[in-house]
C-alpha cells in the first residue's frame, strides 16, 4: 500500500505527526508543498523481462500527456531488482540529501521505493509502488531508498539530461530517518 508520513525535524529528532494511506489524501498533502502524486492503473500486461520501448509503449498515453503539460523532453525506464550486482553503490548514491535543478517525475510500474521530501521543518516520507506517480520539484531536497533488496521498475521523465546531476546537500539528516528495510520490519511486525 502506499503511504505517507509527514515528520517533523524540529528538534532533530524526526517525530511522526501524521500518516496517510489513500491516495487521495496522500496527493492532497503533497499538493500543499507543490509535490505532485498521482495514482495511475499500471495496468498494462507485461511481464517482467518487459523492454524500456514496450514499458513505455505500454503508457505512452499517460507518458505523452504528461511530457506535453510539463515540457518534458525526454523517457527512460529504470530497473532495479535483488540480483543487480551494482545495487549497493546505486542504493548509497542517492540515499543522502541532494537537490536537482530540474525536477523529476517517477512513475512505479512495478515494486516499490521511499522517496523522503524535506521542506522546512517536515520530511515527507512517500512509500510509492506499483501505480504511483510522483514528482520532486527543482530545488527540493529530498533522497531516495530503494532497500537492500531493490526491486521497481519506474518511468523517468527528463527536462534535459543535465538536469539529473545531484548536488549533495552534506547534511546527515536521512541516517536519523528510518530507511526502507526498517520499515519493511516495521509494518512486518505490526501485521503479526
Ligand atoms: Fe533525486
Redesign the pocket.
Known amino acids: 500500500m502506499s503511504e505517507l508520513r509527514i515528520y517533523s525535524v524540529e528538534h532533530d529528532q524526526p517525530r511522526v505527526l501524521a500518516v496517510y494511506e489513500h491516495g487521495k489524501d496522500i496527493a492532497a498533502e503533497l499538493a500543499h508543498i507543490e509535490v505532485l502524486f498521482e495514482r495511475w492503473e499500471a495496468n498494462a500486461d507485461l511481464d517482467e523481462e518487459a523492454s524500456q520501448d514496450e514499458v513505455i509503449e505500454a503508457y505512452h498515453e499517460s507518458i505523452d500527456r504528461l511530457m506535453q503539460k510539463y515540457g518534458f523532453q525526454s523517457v527512460d525506464v529504470v530497473a532495479m531488482h535483488p540480483e543487480h550486482p551494482g545495487k549497493e553503490e546505486l542504493r548509497k548514491k542517492?540515499l543522502n540529501e541532494?537537490v536537482?535543478s530540474e525536477f523529476?517525475v517517477r512513475f512505479f510500474v512495478d515494486g516499490s521505493g521511499i522517496f523522503y521530501i524535506h521542506r522546512d521543518d517536515k520530511v515527507y516520507v512517500v512509500h510509492c509502488k506499483r501505480g504511483d506517480l510522483i514528482s520532486?520539484p527543482a530545488g527540493y531536497k529530498?533522497?531516495?531508498d530503494m532497500g537492500s533488496e531493490p526491486s521497481f521498475k519506474a518511468i523517468r521523465l527528463f527536462t534535459s539530461a543535465e538536469g539529473w546531476v545531484?548536488n549533495f546537500t552534506d547534511d546527515p539528516i536521512a541516517s536519523r530517518f528510518p530507511n526502507m528495510d526498517e520499515f519493511k520490519r516495521e509494518r512486518l511486525a505490526r501485521a503479526g
Do not use: D, L, R, T
Request: no cysteine; glycine share 0%; charged share 10%.
Open positions: 542517492f541532494h536537482h523529476e520532486v529530498h533522497w531516495f545531484a
